[in-house]
């Protein structure tokens, strides 16, 4: 399955926005690699309109409604690929992720979900959101699958002016095992879960298992993290989202999208300028954390809503759920995220590992 902001040959692309809707002549350049490996796509999927979102629920098209308690959000952007194949309508389904629209309703499907390094499969073809940002994203039923179409769909593109080379350390090589020996990871000294124990508990048991396996648990200074997740929406990034759709009529667009949008009003050249300075000594800051770590684990999202809860504060609850997953584009790090649990009402969720670019595998 495909999510709607990416193209399939002669299927409408409508990034969830009817007014916006074109037939493309092409496949997306990722598309067209797994189709040439064999992949059958079977349609396209629902999705937050224009991909600003974590919830699902913004769509004319209808609500995404999770997986497992349809009073519940699935998750968003990329909901209906997560849908789709937690449902076992299709095997993998591609999604996009800039802020956790690929890692968010993974989790709450209880799927895989990769986010890989910025540039390992080619944005060609896809509507942009943050076009410097964007990646598009895999949903798997297990961390083999996510890793076999990471290798098929990890292919130079030339013809993308974002796509990078996928660097020979960073290739699948089976060397997986039940005992993966000693290795440190890194958890925040302080996290919020927004008052949820079952989540909360489900971290702890996470830190736990990896403990078991052998790892030791490294202590981190998470703030340059979330000053970092800050900058992407209150920072000038909006004003790159605002770009992306500046040639689309606002008026056809959802209320809470023009909301997103017009928050980019009034941001200047000298405030990307000074965004970027900061997030140059920011990165400086969290690499030097990451240097004698395999990996950093944290949640995925705090907690997550209702889809009443999610209508009565809609944005307040989408910037919650990217507490944890915003800064990682922004750094240029890679992520996947994995379910570990199931909470009292049904609804799965899961943490997620990051690590430095190049540092899928």
């Known amino acids: 399955a495909i999510k709607d902001t990416i193209d399939l040959a002669g299927i409408p692309t409508t990034a969830a926005c009817p007014d916006f809707a074109y037939i493309p002549g092409e496949s997306a350049s990722v598309v067209s690699v797994l189709i040439a490996a064999g992949a059958i796509p079977l349609g396209k999927t629902n999705l937050d309109q224009f991909a600003k979102g974590l919830v699902g629920t913004r769509s004319p098209y209808g609500e995404g409604k999770n997986s497992f308690n ?33 890692r ?33 994203s ?12 990471l290798d098929i769909a990890a292919w130079y593109d030339a013809a993308d002016p974002y796509s990078r080379p ?11 095992t039940d005992d993966p020996g000693r290795f440190r990871f890194g958890v925040p000294l302080e996290l919020d879960f ?17 403990q078991a396996l052998g790892g ?11 000053e970092t997740a800050r900058l992407l929406y209150e920072g000038p990034w909006v004003s790159e989202r605002a770009l992306a759709t500046r040639e689309v ?32 000594a920011l990165k400086r800051q969290c690499d030097a954390q990451l240097l004698d770590l395999d ?8 907690r997550f809503y209702t889809r009443a809860e999610m209508a009565e504060q809609p944005l307040l609850n989408n910037s919650l759920l990217g507490t944890y997953t915003n800064f990682v584009n922004l750094l240029d790090y890679c992520a996947t995220a994995v379910p570990v649990g199931f909470t009292n009402c049904g609804v799965p969720w899961g943490v997620t590992l990051f690590s430095a670019a190049f540092e899928d595998i």
Do not use: W
């Open 138 to 149: 895999i949903f798997a039923l297990s961390c083999d699958d996510a890793t076999t179409l």
């Open 166 to 176: 996928n660097i020979f350390s960073n290739r699948q090589r089976y060397f997986n």
């Open 104 to 136: 968010v309703p993974a989790v709450l499907n209880n799927l895989v979900g990769h986010k890989p390094t910025r540039g390992l499969l080619s944005t060609r073809g896809v509507v942009p959101a943050c076009r410097t940002l964007d990646c598009v």
């Open 70 to 102: 349809p009073e519940y959000i699935s998750g968003g952007s990329s909901a209906g690929s997560a849908i789709a194949t937690a449902l076992g309508q299709v095997s993998f389904a591609l999604g996009t992720d800039t802020a956790g629209s690929g």
């Open 295 to 302: 990996f950093v684990l944290t949640p995925t999202c705090p």
């Open 249 to 280: 009529d606002r008026a056809s667009m959802l209320p809470v999208i023009r909301q997103i949008l017009a928050s980019a009003e009034g941001k200047t050249a000298e405030d990307a300028f000074a965004a970027q300075y900061r997030l140059a």
């Open 194 to 210: 927004q008052h949820d124990i079952e989540t909360q508990a489900l971290f702890n048991d996470s830190v736990r298992r990896l």
């Open 216 to 226: 030791e648990v490294v202590s981190l200074d998470f703030s340059p993290f979330l």
